[in-house]
């Protein structure tokens, strides 16, 4: 891997092996990947997303998004969620991508446990009609219990349903469903401040729309699959388009792990 932005004096091919650029340890990842640090008021929530996309825009392939990422991606992928409290996910990616409870990885224990954080990050999902198998292992059987964000009319046979698997329902919405305006708000309430979703296009979306994400970690994939594959994210239209800034940018294999940050007074990188 090899960093391409920002630029410095010295580049990380002079550490690589002859022939070809050096692997990143996962401690160097963390660190390239470090949520913001705390400012005057302590730590402020800071919600960024993870996702990937091809070069024609295609989020994913025949509805998953494994076809399309990499080793590399992958070792980000599990890299920012052992930087995470709490990941965020939408209840028909659960569905499609057969979310299990994320894992305590010995890699990363001593650093969770330096940040105060339990042994692996929590998993939030959002859904309005909790249309979801509650006998899988993500609700059974997690190192954390689940949350599921829900709004306060969901029905309540559901909701019932998710405390008898274990889950913590969480109210975010005044009608049946989610309002996305208030996702981060309720999880910071519950002590997490570093916030990770990973999709699906409909929930970026929607948190797009509500102005709540502050980073977006794109990878983008050195493939074409045309169709109709969703974009990273649907849902609706913001008024007008919001600009973010390039932070970082990473290479291997072809693959470029882009991370954009919205610029907030006060921030600190």
């Not at 402020?44 to 998004?65: C, F, I, K, Y």
């Not at 990363?108 to 006998?135: H, K, N």
């Not at 969703?230 to 294999?253: C, N, W, Y």
Request: proline share 8%.
């Amino acid at each position: 891997m090899r960093r391409l932005f920002p630029v410095t004096d010295v580049t990380d091919e002079t550490a690589a092996p002859a022939g070809g650029a050096r692997e990143w340890s996962l401690a160097e990842l963390a660190a390239a990947y470090a949520y913001p640090g705390p400012g005057p008021r302590g730590r402020e929530p800071w919600l960024r997303a993870n996702m990937v996309s091809t070069l024609d825009g295609a989020a994913q392939h025949e509805g998953r998004s494994q076809p399309i990422s990499c080793a590399a991606d992958m070792r980000i992928f599990g890299t920012l969620r052992a930087l995470a409290d709490v990941v965020v996910v939408g209840a028909e990616t659960v569905r499609q991508e057969g979310y299990r409870p994320a894992r305590a990885r010995a890699e990363f224990a001593a650093m969770r446990e330096a940040a105060g954080q339990g042994p692996a990050p929590v998993i939030a999902v959002v859904t309005a009609g909790l249309d979801l198998d509650f006998s899988l292992p993500l609700f059974t059987s997690p190192l954390v219990p689940t949350l599921i964000l829900t709004g306060a009319g969901a029905a309540p046979d559901r909701v019932a349903a998710a405390e008898r698997a274990g889950a913590r329902v969480v109210t975010a919405g005044e009608g049946a469903g989610v309002d996305p305006a208030r996702v981060v708000p309720a999880l910071a309430d519950l002590g997490h401040t570093r916030l990770l979703t990973e999709g699906g296009p409909r929930l970026l979306g929607q948190l797009v729309a509500a102005g709540a994400l502050d980073e977006l970690c794109l990878t983008v994939s050195p493939m074409l699959t045309a169709g109709d594959a969703q974009r990273i994210a649907g849902g609706p239209p913001v008024t007008l388009p919001r600009r973010f800034a390039l932070k970082s940018m990473l290479e291997e294999d072809g693959f470029l792990f882009t991370r954009y940050q919205r610029e907030r007074r006060g921030q600190r990188s």
